[in-house]
């Protein structure tokens, strides 16, 4: 059988806050550094394809990877940060998307991994009444982590569509790292298993517990 698409969209906090205290670099550091282990997790399953692309979002929102890309050939290039947090037009860009077309009818539910350390600064309610008008966006996995003490957890978990699952907490570039690598691959492997009925993803992992040193490292 031929195997599936698996869409694989990060939505990605680019607002000058992530440049505080190294967390944009951080970000994209870990993002990088989750690829391999994305690609070894879209190996384990053949039956499915996963394509990978990238939004950004500040003073609006852009793609910053427009082409689904097989992640096997996928490299990351960094983001850097340039103004406020127009989260509500980057779930638009999504929105758009998730439309039939250009979504193929066969593909397997999309993920959507949200990223942010702030409070939105545009409707994000609008963009993400927009997600879900969409039947693949109704479908999508959704993952979010909340990077420092400042994100707006309620909203993202708000985003996240199921009152079960909590975002990510990410207090330090270790459990940034780990949630980034998480997203990447568990949720990947959730994802790109076919289901007889579409599944909701399991609750996620907490943040990684504070070890002796990480105190003097949160943001």
């Not at 990060?10 to 505080?20: E, F, K, R, Y």
């Not at 490299?75 to 103004?83: C, K, L, M, Q």
């Amino acid at each position: 059988m031929a195997n599936r698409p698996v869409h694989f969209i990060w939505m990605l906090d680019c607002s000058g806050s992530m440049g505080v205290n190294g967390k944009i670099s951080e970000l994209n550091f870990a993002i990088r550094e989750a690829i391999p282990e994305m690609q070894q997790a879209a190996e384990s399953n053949p039956a499915a394809s996963l394509l990978v692309r990238a939004i950004s979002f500040a003073n609006g929102a852009s793609w910053h990877v427009d082409e689904p890309t097989p992640v096997d050939r996928f490299a990351w290039e960094d983001v850097h940060t340039y103004g406020g947090t127009d989260m509500g037009a980057a779930f638009k860009l999504a929105a758009g998307a998730l439309q039939t077309p250009p979504m193929p009818q066969r593909a397997l539910p999309p993920v959507l991994a949200l990223a942010s350390d702030g409070q939105p600064t545009d409707d994000w309610r609008a963009g993400l009444r927009e997600i879900d008008a969409t039947p693949w966006g109704k479908r999508a996995v959704r993952v979010a982590v909340a990077i420092g003490d400042d994100a707006d957890k309620s909203m993202l978990k708000e985003f996240l569509g199921n009152p079960e699952l909590e975002p990510l907490q990410a207090k330090n570039p270790r459990q940034l790292a780990a949630a980034i690598r998480w997203m990447s691959t568990a949720v990947v492997k959730d994802a790109s298993t076919p289901k007889v009925e579409d599944a909701k993803p399991t609750t996620p992992l907490g943040p990684a517990p504070l070890t002796k040193g990480d105190e003097d490292d949160i943001w």
